[in-house]
Nanobody, 122 residues
Framework: QEQLVESGGGSVQAGGSLRLSCAAS?????MAWFRHSPGKQREGVAV????????FYAESVKGRFTVSRDRAKNMMYLQMTNLRPEDTATYYC??????????????????WGQGTQVTVSS
């Protein structure tokens, strides 16, 4: 069973930046970030596919967040800039072996991390 481990969460003021990291023990084709805040459904934030390093983002974070990965280290990152209070959530790393289906469908992901909290104050 693959274990994903997130790190890098914290508290920042609006307009600030944070970088989240996700460590995997091996190469996995599709890796994504999801987030969940109280009273809301968990939502897909960004995904990166190994093939050509294709990326997709939720509309709410486009232009502010950047997902990347280091295949040699089996790491994925989420650089978050211009953070807003509505970005406050627990952020989860997720992964799966395939790429078919809607990337933001959490049901498609096999492996999950424990989550890291991001709090943005106004």
């Amino acid at each position: 069973q693959e274990q994903l481990v997130e790190s890098g969460g914290g508290s920042v003021q609006a307009g600030g930046s944070l970088r989240l990291s996700c460590a995997a023990s091996r190469y996995i084709y599709s890796m994504a970030w999801f987030r969940h805040s109280p009273g809301k459904q968990r939502e897909g934030v960004a995904v990166i596919y190994s093939s050509a390093e294709r990326t997709f983002y939720a509309e709410s974070v486009k232009g502010r967040f950047t997902v990347s990965r280091d295949r040699a280290k089996n790491m994925m990152y989420l650089q978050m800039t211009n953070l807003r209070p509505e970005d406050t959530a627990t952020y989860y790393c997720a992964a799966r072996e395939l790429w078919s289906g809607n990337w933001y469908d959490e049901g498609l992901y096999t492996y999950w991390g424990q989550g890291t909290q991001v709090t943005v104050s106004s």
